[in-house]
């Protein structure tokens, strides 16, 4: 079993290493960008069979030490 987790920083929050790769990007030619931001994605394979158990131990590892739960939101997605 597989977690895909996506996380992100929170709206509102700035992001200065999204404003540096939009920049970036615009200095490569590549117009009509709109906000850029960047996150973090994680992959970790799991042990067992029951996905909504492995979504609650995902789940706090996220709230505990994968995301900044001040600044950031994540998302989970359990692949059997």
């Keep these: 079993m ?3 987790i996506h ?3 929170k ?3 700035l992001d200065p290493q999204g404003k540096a790769v939009g920049h970036a990007l615009e200095a490569l030619g590549f117009d009509g960008l709109g906000e850029v931001r960047q996150g973090k994605y994680i992959e970790i394979d799991l042990a067992g ?3 909504e158990e492995a979504k609650t131990q995902v789940d ?3 709230r505990q ?4 739960m001040v600044i950031e939101n994540y998302e989970i997605e359990i692949e059997a």
């Excluded at 030490?65 to 900044?68: G, K, S």
């Design 65 to 68: 030490l994968l995301a900044n």
């Design 11 to 13: 709206p509102g929050v």
């Design 2 to 4: 597989k977690a895909k």
């Design 49 to 51: 069979n029951d996905a």
């Design 7 to 9: 996380v992100t920083l």
């Design 60 to 62: 706090a590892m996220c």
